[in-house]
């Protein structure tokens, strides 16, 4: 029970809230909101009842007007029947008995309130004028519980496109239709409360993106529907529905906006679109990513990640002419997404207006320039402008640079020199102009021309002696002002939820990361930020004990492992005390961004080696002493004691009551052996695509090969002996995941080579187009070989990332230089002295065409490109670059693959991909390895698109690394 005084205190808090709601622009303000939006009640409201049972209700009626009529709304909003069940309920939550006069009373004085402060007011309707009174609570309690599950049927099933959602608003004409047809007259009478119905359908089918409804309020509602099954399920596939509905796709184009950067290296022309509607962007990324879609704007610049070149920009142009108006921005878009899709379509449309002169806006400090669409106005300032190189220039003004096909000149208006050279080119206004002035938010994030619904802007004279008395504007959804077409209402798509993202692979097991020194941390963006702040904070038992910062020069990027982010949290101290601890808590942010926090702990079940043995620390689980011998090293069976071998190796540790390998065992060799004696024996073994299968299971021999490969050794014989046998698990894991038929044609393919341009220096010595001295032995022409593929990446970067063909004449200089600094070596190093430095290589580019093209089918590994399913999934497999990726990269593609071209049980998320990866190229790193493996045996054609991109991935991380 409250005293006068607290209730005074919650009316004071309410009033805030409401003036604040009020100030927000929200549309018939409800009560449930305020109470929401203040946090009124100081614990749950059905457990603090009664709230004033030794007060009078008239006094606070009069006293506290705005707590009871809450009262009421909290009684509304669980309203469960008529009168006779909602007047009982609001005498118990008073303590106070109610009589028929201050029911009524009740209603005067909601009606009061919401004169006052514009609250929700009962709608015109039979239920309304027969229930008078309860139909003002009714009216503020948003969203009564018993029509959650009407609602939820309405967002899962009533025409999309008369819900709300990106570039529409609420056809409520067409729901009340609906529910008229299919649910009754409650909830044509709810829907009759526009303002708080909107609200309501916009946060259920965008879980609240763009924060519609305060989080409490929003909390409240999702709390009712998950209460309900049916409503639970109804909104989630809305939800999903809501996302995926196809929009029409305007037809025409999308012109974008150009900007200018100026520094000391010269002038830098970006440009930006309006983002994509979020239902064409889900899909669009996950087909990009699938097929390794790294495109270019115009077919020049940086390669793009896919989450960035889906978004709105800005993007560095980096042509040197002005594309044609044939040319299209993104010129692979229809054969990614298919001709006459609507995401082709949708990017087809982005393109840019190349006028003949581009004007631009100026910064106070004279370093960024924004678009301008109109002519020059004002008699100071400065603007610059954009002149097409193939266009006279506008001589007489100051010259800043050149970029992407235009000079770009600064103009001082308050010259008059300047002033009569944009006079002339009818670039400046001489007479005065109507002008606008949109709120910041839309001026920063709304294409031009473009306001957002109920958002104040102002149109002005842009005279020196501007009209004092003009006042701002708002315009209604897809409304317009009579006279100016070019400036018009759209709603705001839904809000990004994040500019950036974490992407941690091994979260479950970033403690034994952080420990062994490999965290694998991806940045994702949908925008190009550049020299992003990232910082890690090691905290354990409440103290910060480490602390990384690194900048980022662009996102999206996984961080390097030599990162200065990683240099503190790997610093021998820290993980000491991070092991004595066994738990800590990592604390990733992103610029000024609300930090990701992960906890770290040690594995539970992990075994400490002494002289006596191992010892199992952490763990409730009775253990086992089991050992497992080179010969097969896949079979653990129990023994009394640890025994080091008289040859060969074998592999102890604790075998958990559950079947799962405590880590790490220890390896134990003899220090006198030959190859033979550490050769697994597989036998019948192999062959078996059960996950478990009395020790021959394809999970087992998976669980056998990590074990191996984590476990630690204390002498070189093991050392040499753990890489011996942890690299004979492949064939049989091979065997089992993908197939007989694939292991014998990986094993034909395995001499063929990885890299394109050695692969590109082998078929040029066969076909003649380049030749070794005869002298030469087979060391001395890999250093030709060497030499040439460096000089073919430097004066070639594009091939064959972008370009299937090499550039005219690149690869014969490349031989050229290539040769000159091999004899040069080989003459430092006393060989072939005979030799002279003198080469001229020369083919035509038909032949350099025909070896490339013979190059790329070469490392592509045909054979078993032929074995992958379906047959366009196994082309993009194939097709794609993987130089310069990183296991946590590749991870997010190859499960984007898998959502596009396996079946439903086969599907992979990005952490099963990259322990699917790890299996192959690191075992000693792979977690979760049962989940992984499941699904790959539940699919071999993912098993074997996973073996191939670790197949094509391995060689070029083994060559970063060299």
Known sequence: MLSLSEIDALERQLKASIVALNKRNTVDVTLIEAVDDALIWPGKFDEITPLAALHDLDILLTRAPLFVCAIAAEIGFRFEGVGTVFWPKFSEALGLTVSITQRQRVAEIFEVQAKRYGLSRPSESAFSNHFSIIAWPIANALLPVDLVGPICRLIARAPVASLPGPGRTTNFSSLRAWASAAEGARLIDWLRFEGPSARVLSALLTDNRGTLLSQGTYTRLREAVATDPEAFFAARAARMRGRTAKLPIAAGQTFGRLALLLDPTGVHLFASWPALPPAIYDEARGIARSAGWRPRLWGAGSFLHPDTALGAGPFAISRQAVPQEEDAAYPEAAEIFGAGTDIAATLASRTIDWTATLLFDVNEERTHAEQRFGVLSGATGYAWLGRRIDAAPLDGLKQLGTAGGYRFFEANLSDPADRA?????????????????????????????????????????????????????RLAANGHIAGRPGLRAEIAPPAQEAVADFVLFERDSAFEALIEQRLRIRVESRLPLVNVTVTADLEINGRLIARGRDELTALPTTIAASSKLFSPLYDDTVRAKLLEAGKGLLHLAIGRARPLAIALERAPASVEWHEDGPHLVGGDLTATLVEATAHAPHRFVPVNAVAAPTRGAKAYGLLLSDGRLADTLQIFSSNVFDYGDFTAQWGTDVGSRRMFDQGKGVGDIARGRIAWARARCTTLSAIGAKGHIVRQFENPLVVDLCGRTWALAEQASQDSPTDPHVSLWHIAVARGLASVPAEASVDEASVFARAFAHHARLLDPEWPIANAVPADGAMDDALNAAFSEAVTDLHDAGSLLGVEDDFDFGAPPEDWESASKEALRAIRRPALVRQLAPSDGGRLLARRSYADLSIAELAEDLAAWTRNYALPRGHLTPEAAAGALQLWLSPAVCDNVDATVHILANDPFVSRATRYAALRLGPTIAGAMA
């Open 421 to 473: 050279i944009l006079t002339g080119e009818d670039l400046l206004a001489t007479q005065r102009r109507a002008m606008h002035a949109r709120h910041p938010i839309d001026a920063i994030g709304a294409p031009q021309g473009v306001v957002r619904p109920d958002r104040p802007f102002l149109i002005y004279s842009d005279g020196a002696d501007a009209n004092t008395d003009v006042v701002p504007q």
